[in-house]
């Protein structure tokens, strides 16, 4: 059934789980579409909710349609206009949209720009840039409460509540679902990176779920990435988010086996990545840096992903490099991940110790207190200090606190190799 975070329940009946992942793909387009034609942003995922609870009513006693988006799509514009009769709100939006086709097959509604209209209604400035991230979360890229929670390291009461007075805002604001002016973008680029970044993110690491990705996130973001550089070729960070999107997706094909199983970055078939799409990544990164404005957060975190696309092995990677641009990194975006990533490059330098003090560090300071992120790394480094006992331990506790199936299970993987190499040596290590 569905949640209050939007989305439905994991598992369920074989209709349930075509639902999520209709739920999934079509959501923002859908979202988007009433919010054009409403004018409400809040109005527009109200009644989306509650085309989601009807098909959860109507399929599994008549089937699942044909064309399930623009089932649900038919059903949220009367949903919408229902809110408006019981409020005998009739005014000509309500007559516009009263006398408009239900949503057939060939339905040709421009819902790309859509999408990209509700990316920069989400990311009003009368929002907090909290605000406008779990909101954008919410509806484009269709994230339940507790996933938002889990990436941007939250409770989840805290999230939901951050939605609801974001979608109030934007009511009593009567902000506009449209696309600003161009001399209003600025004020919004900001917050617009911020999420197509973090939509991206949870694409290529799923924070739950069954699977390591979701492609169809991260595919998504990129293409909305893509149409910002178009429309901001002066912006250098516009083009540096595209470049770090474009060399961390052409990994996507390496990361699973043939069996489906995860492949970790050291042990993956650097022949399967995907070329053309590095390229892209690199000739983006040259574009922000022909700007001539320094390298942004960004545009270092994709130089950072160039090192890894241009080495033949993670042994032959400039980890000395890696290690400089996590450092730029950090002074100019403090985050206690970038101190977790950079520790792992010191420690690919040859100075594990220090890494882990530095892990340690993160660890006391409670930034990441329910994360799998530092039992994960410092598992990984106790592992190479030869503190099995201790690493074994480490990665359990991170497997527990992991969202993600994938994670949990390459975790669980590293423990159980671990036992059995302090079997062999009789528990000595």
């Given amino acids: 059934m569905a949640r209050g975070g939007g989305g439905l329940s994991p598992a369920g009946s074989p209709t349930e789980r075509a639902l999520e992942t209709v739920w999934r793909r079509e959501s923002a387009r859908i979202v988007g579409a009433l919010a054009r034609m409403t004018g409400d942003l809040g109005v527009a995922e109200d009644a989306a909710q509650e085309a989601l609870v009807e098909a959860l009513r109507v399929w599994p006693r008549d089937g699942v349609p044909r064309n399930t988006g623009a089932w649900l799509l038919a059903v949220a514009k009367r949903r919408a206009i229902d809110a408006w009769r019981r409020t005998d709100a009739r005014d000509e939006r309500y007559r516009t949209i009263a006398l408009e086709p239900a949503a057939e097959e060939d339905d040709t509604e421009p819902i790309d720009d859509d999408i990209l209209r509700l990316v920069f209604t989400a990311c009003h400035p009368v929002l907090s840039r909290e605000s406008q991230v779990a909101l954008t979360l919410r509806v484009v890229g269709g994230l339940t409460s507790e996933e938002i929670a889990r990436m941007l390291l939250v409770p989840v009461p805290t999230v939901q509540a951050r939605i609801t007075r974001a979608k109030k805002t934007l009511g009593a604001a009567h902000v506009p679902f449209a696309t600003p002016e161009p001399d209003e973008w600025a004020e919004r680029l900001g917050g617009v990176l911020a999420v197509v970044y973090l939509l991206?993110?949870?694409?290529?690491?799923?924070?739950?779920?069954?699977?390591?990705?979701?492609?169809?996130?991260?595919?998504?973001?990129?293409?909305?990435?893509?149409?910002?550089?178009?429309?901001?070729?002066?912006?250098?960070e516009v083009h540096g988010l595209v470049a770090l999107m474009e060399l961390q997706a052409s990994r996507f094909r390496a990361?699973?086996?043939?069996?489906?199983?995860?492949?970790?970055?050291?042990?993956?078939?650097?022949?399967?990545?995907?070329?053309?799409?590095?390229?892209?990544?690199?000739?983006?990164?040259?574009?922000?840096?022909?700007?001539?404005?320094?390298?942004?957060?960004?545009?270092?975190?994709?130089?950072?992903?160039?090192?890894?696309?241009?080495?033949?092995?993670?042994?032959?990677?400039?980890?000395?490099?890696?290690?400089?641009?996590?450092?730029?990194?950090?002074?100019?975006?403090?985050?206690?991940?970038?101190e977790l990533n950079r520790a792992v490059a010191l420690a690919m330098t040859g100075s594990p110790e220090e890494a882990l003090a530095l892990v340690d560090a993160v660890a006391a300071s409670g930034a990441l207190r329910d994360s799998h992120l530092v039992p994960s790394i410092r598992g990984e480094l106790l592992t190479r200090l030869g503190r099995d006992a201790e690493a074994r331990e480490e990665l359990l506790r991170a497997a527990e606190r992991a969202g993600n199936r994938t994670q949990r299970d390459v975790l669980r993987t590293k423990a159980a190799a671990l036992a059995e190499h302090l079997e062999d040596d009789g528990g000595r290590r």
């Fill in 255 to 338: 990361r699973y086996d043939d069996a489906g199983a995860a492949v970790l970055l050291a042990d993956q078939d650097r022949t399967r990545w995907d070329r053309a799409q590095i390229e892209r990544g690199r000739a983006a990164l040259r574009r922000s840096d022909a700007l001539g404005r320094g390298r942004g957060a960004y545009a270092l975190q994709a130089a950072i992903a160039e090192c890894h696309a241009v080495a033949p092995s993670v042994a032959d990677t400039d980890w000395e490099r890696i290690l400089l641009l996590y450092e730029a990194l950090g002074r100019l975006a403090p985050n206690p991940v970038v």
């Fill in 200 to 236: 991206f993110t949870e694409g290529y690491a799923a924070t739950s779920g069954e699977r390591w990705t979701r492609e169809d996130l991260a595919n998504e973001a990129l293409r909305l990435g893509r149409i910002l550089a178009a429309l901001l070729r002066r912006e250098p």
